[in-house]
Structures are given as structure tokens and as C-alpha cells.
């Protein structure tokens, strides 16, 4: 072999100090909707990795190179809830992160090799991306979770009411997975029919307090 020759130089192997995240929003979320982000493994040149966790003396299984553990308490109290995260690898040293939280809620996300350090996404320890902040917000409003409740004292506003006499109902507005609104802007309409003559209705003043509930 002559001189000059060619030389391939391959990434090394994995290293959980360069290995970053990619991916927008990854500190908010909505309810029940399918998130994801990309890990980049990286060598600790922080050279991107181009093969999976066979390579380079990793891993034997690149399902065991990281693993996602979203820890948070949710609304509604009942302790810590914890979700894990479903890691692919997708190529070019590249794994897909995806996952679904049904309560709304502050969480923290961690990213950690299959040795269980948290990768640093090369901004040392004192500054590492794991784990990262998520919120959690609510979905859409599903009128058919949303609560409504009476402030009578004497009766249930909802099932009786006096001629001439205001009856006043709160409602709070809820989504999909019965997580509390704490926005306003819904479009709700109080409505009542007579039950002996169909053409006699009633409509409420509806009033937006504008944190998710309506009187």
C-alpha cells in the first residue's frame, strides 16, 4: 500500500457526557397526546454516532443503550405517577423517544444510558439536559367530563329551581382525561326547556371566569 493512503475513522463508543436530545417542545405538552423527542448518541468526542449499540464495543442490544422515565405528580394528588418512555432506535445512531401523559401536572424527564447516567448533551454536569422540565397541560374541553354543581343551599339548582328566583350552577371545564381547564374561552350555553311544552326555553347568562370555570 502507497502513501498517501485512505484511512475510515469510525465514532467510538457511546458516551453519555456528548450524547444530546433534539426535538421542539420538549418542555410542554398537552394531555393524552403522543410527544416525542430524539436522542443523539455521540462518542466522547462527541462524534455522532452512525451505527446502532452492536457497534464499537457498546451495548449488545440497542433497545438497552437509553432508557425515559418521565417522573411527575399529576393533578388530582394519589403520589408520584411515572411513565416511561418507548425508545427506538430509527439509524445514524439516532433513537426515537415517544410518550403519553394522561395528567396534566409538572414532571421531570430523564434521559440515562444503559449504565444509568444521565447524558449532559455536552454541556458538563453542572448544566446536563437530564433531566429536563415538562409541563403538562389540559386537551381540548370534552362537554361530557366537565362537572356542574349547584350552589343552593336549600336545593339542587340543577333538578329545581323557584319562579322568579336566580339559581346560579357552576361549571368546570374539563378534558378528555377529567383534567381541570385553568384557561377560559369555551363556548358554553345554559339552556333550559320546559319539560311540558317544548317550545317554551329559557336561556342562562353564562359568565367566563376565565381559569376554566363558568357560572
Known amino acids: 500500500v502507497g502513501s498517501p493512503f485512505p484511512v475510515v475513522v469510525s465514532p467510538g463508543a457511546m ?4 450524547s444530546d436530545l433534539h426535538g421542539e417542545s420538549r418542555n410542554e ?3 393524552g397526546e403522543q410527544t416525542q423527542f430524539i436522542i443523539q448518541a455521540k462518542d466522547r468526542e462527541g462524534n455522532p454516532k452512525i451505527h446502532d449499540g452492536t457497534a464499537q464495543g457498546d451495548m449488545a442490544s440497542p433497545a438497552d443503550q437509553f432508557s425515559v422515565d418521565i417522573v411527575g405528580s399529576g393533578s388530582g394528588g394519589g403520589g408520584s405517577m411515572t411513565v416511561s418512555g418507548d425508545v427506538e432506535y430509527i439509524g445514524n445512531g439516532q433513537y426515537k423517544v415517544q410518550y403519553v401523559i394522561p395528567k396534566v401536572g409538572d414532571y421531570q424527564v430523564s434521559v440515562r444510558t444503559g449504565d444509568g447516567q444521565h447524558i449532559f448533551c455536552g454541556m458538563g454536569e453542572e448544566n446536563k439536559c ?3 422540565a415538562l409541563s403538562v397541560r389540559p386537551g381540548e374541553t370534552v362537554p361530557a367530563v366537565s362537572d356542574a354543581t349547584s350552589r343552593a343551599l336549600s336545593a ?5 329551581a323557584t319562579a322568579g328566583v336566580s ?3 357552576d361549571v368546570q371545564a374539563k378534558d378528555a382525561y377529567g ?3 385553568d384557561e377560559g374561552g369555551d363556548d358554553f350555553v345554559a339552556l333550559f326547556s320546559s319539560a311540558d311544552d317544548e317550545n317554551v326555553m329559557y ?3 353564562v359568565e ?7 357560572t
Open 15 to 18: 458516551d453519555h457526557v456528548w
Open 29 to 31: 405538552t398537552i394531555a
Open 130 to 132: 437530564s433531566p429536563f
Open 156 to 160: 339542587d339548582g340543577i333538578v329545581q
Open 167 to 169: 339559581g346560579v350552577i
Open 179 to 181: 383534567n381541570d381547564q
Open 203 to 205: 336561556r342562562g347568562v
Open 208 to 214: 367566563d371566569g376565565g381559569d376554566g370555570t363558568y
